[in-house]
């Protein structure tokens, strides 16, 4: 009987002993595949923490690319608004200077008459001519237009071209204005015709 007890028991144990082995597998596999779970966890965590910070510093980079953009469209706009306005400012000038250019050409014309009307005004005393003479004059004033003083100053070639020469106490002095000098907006519009004296010699 004893004999027939060993084997049994030698075969227990022998079961036992695998059970023992497949538990304490079991139980590595279990701690392998725990650490294998906390090592993917950590690297998921990792990776959802490095997603954020990409993410920001993907945005950051846009946000300056959009600030250069707008300071560089910026300052676009700027320039060119600028140089509308000098374009704008220098087309108003050479309308200004043409309109003043074609206003001095019509007045130019106008300025024999007015002539006429001084000399009639020597021979006729008519409140009327006068009149009218005194309009047209205050009109061309209104204008712009001024006349230039002449009589008894020095002469001035820019001014005035002489037509005759009398004699006097000194030299180069306008002593009589034959036909008037006008300017117009600062400019000389027509010089006038003089006599000038020439100092006698003793």
Do not use: W
Request: proline share 2%; with cysteine; charged share 35%.
């Amino acid at each position: 009987m004893l004999e027939m007890k060993i084997p049994l028991f030698a075969k227990f144990a022998r079961k036992v002993h695998n059970q023992s082995l497949f538990i304490n597998n079991t139980a590595t596999m279990d701690n392998k595949s725990k650490k294998a779970e906390s090592e993917t966890v950590n690297i998921e965590e990792t990776q959802m923490e490095s997603i954020p910070e990409e993410k920001n510093e993907s945005k950051n980079q846009e946000l300056e690319t959009c600030k250069r953009d707008q300071e560089e469209f910026k300052n676009k706009y700027f320039r060119a608004l600028a140089d509308y306005q000098n374009l704008e400012r220098r087309v108003h000038d050479e309308r200004s200077e043409m309109i003043k250019i074609a206003q001095g050409r019509v007045i130019e014309e106008l300025l024999p008459f007015l002539d006429t009307l001084y000399q009639a005004e020597v021979f006729v005393k008519d409140p009327g001519l006068k009149m009218v003479k005194d309009s047209f004059t205050q009109k061309l004033t209104e204008l712009g237009v001024k006349e230039i003083a002449l009589l008894n100053k020095e002469f001035d070639p820019h001014k005035a071209e002489v037509i005759d020469v009398v004699d006097g106490e000194k030299d180069n002095i306008i002593v009589e204005v034959i036909t008037k000098a006008y300017e117009f907006n600062g400019k000389i519009l027509r010089i006038g015709q003089v006599k000038v004296s020439k100092k006698q010699e003793s």
